[in-house]
Nanobody
Framework: QLQACGGGLVQAGGSLRLSCAAS????????MGWFRRAPGKEREFVAA????????DYAESVKGRFTISRDNARNTVYLQMNSLKPEDTAVYYC????????????????????WGQGTLVTVSS
């Protein structure tokens, strides 16, 4: 089970940090990802991080602004979002994959076994 939190309302240019706590055994074996679904759009990949080697992958639209990280001791993955834009407005979902780290396959939501409930991020202009 994955529990995401940290969403909210923020002005453009502001920051938020999302957290996702996982109730899984051996959290460190899972690739963790963040996806988002904006109003009227398909769900899209945001970022992913490998289990222990701390490799990361980002969507082009968030590179340089968002940072994914994890704390395996706390079974938690984070998404630090800086320089937020109105187009970042979406429901953000965390997900866990038991499949091996492979780029760009980690960008496909079909790779992920478990999903959180989503947390809403709203960026005002």
């Amino acid at each position: 089970q994955l529990q995401a939190c940290g969403g909210g309302l923020v002005q453009a240019g502001g920051s938020l940090r999302l957290s996702c706590a996982a109730s899984v055994r051996t959290f460190s074996i899972y690739v963790m990802g963040w996806f988002r679904r904006a109003p009227g759009k398909e769900r899209e990949f945001v970022a992913a991080i490998s289990g222990t080697d701390v490799m990361t992958d980002y969507a082009e639209s968030v590179k340089g602004r968002f940072t994914i990280s994890r704390d395996n001791a706390r079974n938690t993955v984070y998404l630090q979002m800086n320089s937020l834009k109105p187009e970042d407005t979406a429901v953000y979902y965390c997900a866990a994959s038991s499949l091996r780290w492979t780029v760009p396959l980690v960008e496909f939501d079909t790779r992920y076994n478990y999903w959180g409930q989503g947390t809403l991020v709203t960026v005002s202009s």
